[in-house]
């Protein structure tokens, strides 16, 4: 039978890329691409997220690596930032601090202040801490200051000596002197003109004693009185010291607080904090009178600090937070790890002689604190790692602020110090950029993601192959080459590029968006143009770069090919045999993709089990080859079981098979080996086959083709080429073909073959040469066909199973 219409001829293996469509000798004469190519689904989403203000619309960024999705987004970002800047219309920019919380030191307050004004404000507040240090000690140390302390000083002494000589003298008349002790006043009795040691007191007759104690009670009380109007004399002086000093100090200082409440009078909150500044100052006047501390030579800090106690000064540091006095515009921020710490700050601490000391001056932020007011790009594949990160970055978008909380905390455990920042409040546009799968997932399980993440940019990995998307193609090579100061590509080398970008995506009519992957290639081709001192890359360098690659990882190809040739792994490219046909699979190894043949065999015998799937049973297949497996059982019925029933049992193996099995593309290919089985015709085994059916015996397209016929391809010459060798595929799959040349050449030659087929009837035909037959009007194949002859055999068998089971009923319905 001939065969040979069946055939695909050369010219449609591989679309090929005619460099005299180019006008230009090289790209060194083209304008560099200033525009994305193929995206404008995702270009439009992005545009329209970006320019809605609205809750909710942040930005999800979906697509393969390697098509562009950072770059794009970044440029259109900068590009609106730009417009605003030209405009004027966007929100203004300001600067964040935090401030000692006087009320709740463990709180501090975070104040906003307009862009710019952070720094300053922190230089004012240390300018006048540097004052107050210079004035306040100047105004306790006049002569004037010192004449009126001394003053009141000596007057309370003078009023207390009064009243402890008034207190003597009471003693004396009643016959007692008083005396001053460590312990306090004491009361010793007088006889006779002199003072009682102890002894002679005891001596005393006990009436006289009696009355002796008795008076002494009595003074004592009195005693008693005089030291607490004592006390009170002394408290009245401290406090009135106390308000003289403040007098004074409020004097000094009020003028300096003046001049700043004056200037941030339309800001409450810094007004307030200026206000309980100079209160905190008012009331810790002793801090200005002492000598400042020298800090530690090892510790860094004075000694005071170092043993545990607190920067005295501590209220007049101010902790700028976040800083924009240099940002021009939105500010554009891009986190490559967003843990908690880099996203949402975080607390330092100074750990000093066994224990942890932080302020409200130990605070960092995070990005999602430096991007507020514009926008923040993140992987949402690390932020989903990240522990915590995602719950707290859904919680910063929906309540618009940001808490600085400890990660110990966000993980159940206990932190050192539990400081609690005032949350600054945000308005930022989250974009995460991810993959297509991870946006389903987060859609499906993520009742919280719809509401914040309302646009999705969805990048295509391929675009159409037409002249406008060439001519960007060669523009974006012009580009880079200038941008990486490369060497240029001439014409020829720009048309191995464009068809290394078709091949990539498996389509004729396509081409790759994967511009990493084409930016790869392209410094690879001109190193080896630079190897050859070449001016220009050419065609021959593209190709060498492109075979280059592929040696540095096609190690484990080999391998098998070269077991395949030694005969460890058994593949006939010659001969026929029945119920044996060579399957095409396709291995992906991370960074290798290749294609190899194995053997598929199927025998049938009498018996109702049907078909049985051995990669099955031994829990070797997924899913989708388990139906293809039962698609087969179908079409026979449909086919063939029209008048009887379909009794048979098969077996279908996949032969020196010990890893899983998955895909349908082998379903024609087992379809095949039990026809041959059931027909007795053998099938050739020069011919590979791919292709998955339906119940109606339609050869459906499948993925991996071009590496699957090159992989059987490897195998023949490696064995040799007999020429009548050659790979059968649907038909629905050439315009995916964009094989290797020196498989064209082969085909061309006449030493391999590519037969494209649509339906079975067609493959059985190729692969065996025998007419299939069509059914005829009385549901009969003409004899001689192969279709004949398996429907036949299966007639043959349900015979022989009813006869078979024909006894054994008459013997049950005896009984």
Known sequence: MDISKYEVPADKLRWQCDPAIFDFNHTKHLAPLREFVGQDRAIRAIEFGLAMNREGYNIYVAGLTGTGKTSVVKTYIQRLVERRKVEENGPPLEDWCYLYNFADPDRPQIINLPQGKGKPFRDQIDNLLQRLKEELPKAFSTQEYTNQRKKTVEESQTKQQKFLEEMAEEAQRRGFQLQMTPVGPALIPIFEGKPLSQAEYLALEKPVRKELEKKRTVLLKKIRTTFEKIRELENQ???KLRNADKAVADFTISRLFNALMKEYQNSERITQYLNDLKSFTLNHLDIFKEKEEPSHPVLGVPVSQAIGERDPFLPFKVNVFVDNSTT??????????????????????????????????????????????????????????????????????????????????????????GLKPQPMPVNVKVILIGDGLLYQLLSMYDEDFWEIFRVKADFDFQLDNTPENLKAFAAFIAGYCEECELHHFDRSGVAKVVEYASRTVGDQEKLSSRFAWIKELVEEAEHWAHQESASLVSARHVEKAI?????????????????????LIMI???????????????????????????????????????????????????????KGVLILSGYLGWKYAQEHPLSLSASLCFEQSYEGVEGDSASSAELYALLSSLSGVPIKQNIAVTGSVNQKGEIQPVGGVNQKIEGFFQVC?????????????????????????????????????????????????????????????????????????????????????????????KEKKGK
């Not at 309540?399 to 110090?417: A, H, W, Y």
């Not at 075979?547 to 005969?567: A, K, Q, T, V």
Request: hydrophobic share 35%.
């Open 237 to 239: 002086t401290v406090e």
């Open 328 to 417: 021009k515009g939105p500010p554009v921020v891009t986190e490559p790890n967003p843990n908690y710490v880099n996203l949402f700050g975080k607390i330092e601490r100074r750990f000093l002689l066994g224990g942890y000391l932080s302020d409200h001056t130990m605070l960092k932020p995070g990005a999602l604190h430096l991007a507020n007011g514009g926008y923040l790009l993140l992987s949402a594949n690390d932020v989903l790692t990240n522990p915590a990160v995602w719950p707290a970055l859904k919680r910063a978008i929906k309540t618009k602020e940001v808490r600085i909380e400890d990660p110990f905390e966000q993980l159940g455990l206990i932190s050192p110090q």
């Open 572 to 626: 006939d490219t010659e001969g026929e045999v029945v119920g044996q046909v060579n399957g095409l699979s396709v291995y992906t190894l991370g960074d290798v993709t290749f294609g190899k043949p194995s053997r598929i065999t199927c025998k049938t015998f009498l018996g109702r089990d049907g078909l049985i799937n051995i990669e099955r049973e031994s829990q070797l297949s997924g899913r989708i080859h388990d």
């Open 717 to 809: 010459r490696a064995k040799g080429l007999s020429g009548d060798q050659g790979v059968m595929i649907p038909s629905r799959n050439l315009k995916n073909l964009m094989l290797r040349p020196e498989v064209v050449e082969a085909v061309r030659e006449g030493k391999f073959h590519i037969y494209a087929v649509s339906t079975i009837d067609e493959g059985i035909e190729v692969i065996t040469g025998l007419e299939a037959g069509q059914k005829r009007e009385d549901g009969t194949y003409p004899e001689g066909t192969l279709n004949y002859l398996v429907a036949e055999k299966l007639k043959e068998m349900a015979l022989k199973l009813r006869e078979f089971y024909a006894p054994a009923t």
């Open 547 to 567: 075979e280059e690659r592929r040696f540095r990882h096609n190690l484990p190809d080999e391998r098998i090919r070269e077991m395949i040739e030694r005969g």
